[in-house]
């Protein structure tokens, strides 16, 4: 679809700095080139800043296409290639690292965050009245090839609900459709995981 989204992740990429989600050049970002191609952050490239040169064109085999000199993929990048494996309709994959995010992996219990039972949660495809909503946490490792095998194995029995996936002290991964369904659904995520936050400390229970 986007045959050159590199300028549309370069803003998306100042935008989830400024919010402080990219803080210290964590996170990463891409899109499909086609069914089979995908542009990717270089890895360590500083997120309020990027240019033509960040970007490298991989393949859904874990292939480098194309890459400017001196850089390489994303470290992270096994983990978009299952997403794009597993989700045909994701065009657009953020992956990014808040405050939040990482404190709510503390109440996840045996894999799952339960989400809170908020009306936002249409927004991310979930249109019940009462709903509840688990998002997938899968443990963080150094070795990343080892986080995308669990999220592979897991994606093979089931999709997550909503179209995101925590990773335990580390961040969360959210797609969608397009530029603006995927920073919409990752924008409904960090709500929700604010909201637990507060609620936390509210010692309110949700
Ligand atoms: C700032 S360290 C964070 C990294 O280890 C990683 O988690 C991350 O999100 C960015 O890695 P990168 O290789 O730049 O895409
Ligand atoms: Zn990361």
């Known amino acids: 679809m986007h045959h050159d989204p ?49 970007f490298v064109l991989m393949n ?8 400017p000199p001196g ?9 978009h290639e299952v ?14 690292h808040s405050i939040e995010a990482n404190l709510c992996g503390h109440f996840a219990q045996q894999g799952r965050l339960r989400l809170p039972t908020l009306e ?11 709903p509840r909503v688990d998002l997938p946490v899968f443990a963080n490792h150094v070795n990343v090839p080892r986080i995308a095998e669990d999220m592979d194995r ?18 969360v991964t959210a797609w969608g459709p397009d530029f603006l369904a995927a920073r919409h ?5 960090e709500y929700c995981f604010r909201y637990l936050v507060q609620a936390k400390a509210l010692a309110i229970g949700v």
Do not use: C
Request: charged share 20%.
């Open 6 to 54: 590199r300028t549309h992740l370069a803003a998306a990429a100042r935008d989830f700095y400024a919010r402080g989600w990219m803080l210290g050049t964590a996170g990463n970002l891409s899109a499909r080139r086609d069914a089979d191609a995908f542009w990717i952050t270089a890895s360590g490239r500083p997120k309020d800043q990027l240019g033509a040169e960040d």
């Open 60 to 67: 859904l085999r874990g292939q480098v296409v194309q890459a």
């Open 71 to 79: 850089r390489k993929p994303s470290a992270e990048v096994a983990i």
């Open 83 to 96: 997403v794009y494996r597993h989700v045909p309709d994701a065009q657009v994959i953020f992956h990014v």
């Open 120 to 130: 936002m949660l249409k927004g991310l495809g979930v249109p019940d009245a009462e």
């Open 154 to 171: 897991a994606f093979a029995q089931a999709l997550p609900r909503v179209p995101g996936a925590l990773i335990h002290q580390h961040g």
């Open 185 to 189: 659904h990752l924008e409904l995520l």
